[in-house]
């Protein structure tokens, strides 16, 4: 007997929403097999014809889909009934609803959350900052920031700033190798902006460091995968942190996702306090 569920994620737009959605399901069930086939920009009673019909011929088919279009989202979930294919949509309940709470009627286009608008431009900005502010870079214009991000080598200070900039925060962040690492105008105005630290295990960070220094094929630099060194170098980190009263976050086993979060707890805080 086959158990691998053929998972269908039809979108009318480019299926962002619906891959997040299927992820935060998934993670819920262990130990199962899937098989996920992704349809983008599906607008037409046609497009939905074809991939129903393809669906229809696998064993374990299941159909999850984000369809603005009321017209085009029934016609769906009526074809996927008489085919006896499950069937789940994400957004048209929730429109619904909406659209009854605010008492007004919704527009059902497609793409809509893509809009080339005010929102749009200040993100592909904050993007634009945050890549040419990261690892210590343009320190001279860091009171620009919405958020400096500081931490030793190693912990995610990157990938976590390009998370923020994607949701519209400019981001700085600055590798922390020692206290005279920060830059004076940080020291001076400990709150110029909104500061983060982040920290984490020594042991983690060592198999972090070995596991980049052999991807790299790098050999020489034995202090900077030393564990005692690393424990140092973590504790000085934290004691710093303190020393300018900046909130921490260990991200030992946060994802990006979870320390954005938290990131944007803290920002949050930050500008209500002023």
């Known amino acids: 007997m086959n158990n691998t569920y053929q998972i269908y994620l039809i979108s009318d737009s480019t299926g962002e929403t619906l891959d997040r959605i299927f992820t935060a399901i998934k993670a819920q069930f262990k130990n ?3 098989k996920i086939h992704t349809y983008s920009f599906t607008r037409t009673d046609n497009q939905i014809s074809q991939i129903l019909g393809e669906a229809q011929k696998q064993p374990n088919a299941i159909i999850l889909y984000s ?6 989202a029934k016609y769906l979930a009526r074809t996927c009934n008489e085919k006896k294919i499950p069937c789940f949509g994400i957004l048209g309940d929730l429109i619904l609803s909406f659209s009854k709470l605010l008492n007004q009627k919704a527009s059902h286009e497609p793409s809509g959350q893509y809009a080339l608008n005010e929102e749009y431009y200040k993100r592909i900005e904050a993007i634009q900052f945050t890549m040419n502010h990261d690892d210590g870079n343009l320190i001279k214009e860091i009171k620009k920031s919405d958020i400096i991000l500081l931490g030793v080598s190693r912990t995610s200070k990157t990938p976590t700033s390009i998370y923020l900039a994607n949701k519209g ?3 700085s962040n600055i590798p922390l190798v020692n206290e005279n690492s920060i830059p004076d105008v940080l020291k001076d105005n400990p709150k110029i902006s909104c500061v983060v630290g982040l920290n984490t295990e020594p042991e983690r960070l060592a198999d972090i460091r070995k596991n980049r220094m052999n991807s790299l094929k790098e050999t020489e630099n034995k202090s900077y995968t030393d564990l005692e060194k690393i424990k140092k170098e973590v504790n000085e980190a934290k004691n710093t942190f303190r020393k300018y009263k900046w909130p921490t976050i260990d991200v030992t086993r946060k994802s990006v996702e979870e320390t954005a979060a938290s990131i944007i707890k803290i920002y949050e805080i930050y500008k209500e306090n002023g």
């Not at 369809?67 to 085009?72: A, C, F, N, R």
């Open 67 to 72: 369809i603005v279009d009321s017209g085009l």
């Open 32 to 34: 199962i097999n899937y």
């Open 169 to 171: 925060y400019k981001t």
